[in-house]
């Protein structure tokens, strides 16, 4: 029997964003109702009435659950509307029991995206992150492509560096190292262990799994789960992907490679990291003690093939 499960999503004027999403999670290839939180937040669009319509489209295929909420000014991020949708999910379902499967407005899941999520859990771990890949059906500039294409082969050797020095039991290749909120899934009970979504301005998903983590919980990536997102270079949270999009974009106009760490510091990092997971409270010691390290330099320029 399926566990149960929340589909939960913010969502900031999103009107033109949401049906297209919608669409994806009611062609999924899961079987009865497929429940959906969305948090509406310091909406100036028609994404009420949008959300309102497709809940009437879909009846009986998406229960969707609608949260609209005007945040004051030092609450209006990604941080605080993310952790609206999870927790009105968290209510919805089982909250000892349950899957949490946070994603963006700007995405579109494919038909297997929810059935590969729980498949991965079942297999015991606590958290699964999702590969993100750029939407195709929206084009990209040939430089920007080039770019976007070498940075996921320099991710895909610092996965095997990782692999070779510190590898973990569930964990294991081939894998890929995305676990943000686009596609993020997370046993209920170790949500709330983790004090649900940290509600700060940026990498609130990041800082979720890091929690997750450090109270005992097991994050997977398997390239069977995988979303797609917008390569829009506008985008609603400042240092989101978006933001990143429009620098690599700035960088191919000028024909500048990007600037990553090397992969000698990433060995450095991995040694560590296994030196640091053998102590008493292992991964969980990497999380806090990680966070008090230095950021690594960005000395390593990007080859990209013409």
């Known amino acids: 029997m399926m566990p149960p499960f929340c589909v939960c999503v913010p969502a900031r004027n999103e009107a033109k964003r949401l049906p297209t999403l919608l669409s994806a999670l009611a062609t999924q290839d899961v079987v009865g109702l497929i429940p959906v939180a969305i ?165 609130e998903d990041r800082a979720l799994v890091e929690n997750g983590i450090a109270a005992g919980g097991r994050l997977a990536h398997p390239i069977s789960v995988w979303t797609r997102t917008s390569s829009r270079r506008q985008g609603r949270a400042t240092g989101g992907m978006a933001t990143e999009m429009k620098r690599l974009e700035a960088l191919a106009l000028v024909g500048l490679p990007p600037l990553l760490p090397s992969f000698d510091q990433w060995r450095q990092r991995a040694a560590w990291r296994r030196a640091i997971r053998a102590s008493p409270d292992g991964a969980a010691a990497v999380i806090r003690e990680e966070r008090l390290l230095p950021p690594m330099l960005c000395d390593f320029p990007l080859d990209i093939a013409p």
Not at 48 to 57: D, F, M, N, S, T
Not at 58 to 66: A, E, F, M, N
Not at 111 to 129: E, F, Q, R, S
Not at 178 to 187: E, M, R
């Open 39 to 203: 948090c509406l937040n310091n909406i100036d669009d028609d994404s009420v009435e949008l959300v309102h319509a497709a809940r009437q489209r879909y009846d009986g295929r998406l229960g969707i659950l609608i949260e609209e909420h005007r945040l004051p000014p030092d609450r209006a991020h990604a941080g605080a509307a993310r952790r609206i949708a999870m927790d009105r999910g968290l209510a919805y379902i089982d909250p000892d029991h349950g899957i949490l499967i946070s994603t963006d407005a700007d995405c579109r899941p494919p038909a297997g995206w929810i059935t590969a999520n729980l498949t991965a859990m079942a297999a015991g771990v606590d958290m699964v992150g999702g590969r993100i890949v750029l939407d195709d059906a929206e084009p990209i500039p040939a430089d920007l492509a080039r770019i976007r294409h070498a940075i996921d082969g320099y991710w895909h050797d610092v996965r095997e560096i990782e692999d070779r020095i510190d590898p973990c039991l569930w964990d294991s290749p081939p894998r890929h190292g995305d676990h943000t909120g686009a596609s993020l899934a997370i046993t209920t009970d170790l949500y709330r262990k983790a004090g649900g979504v940290p509600p700060i301005p940026l990498g």
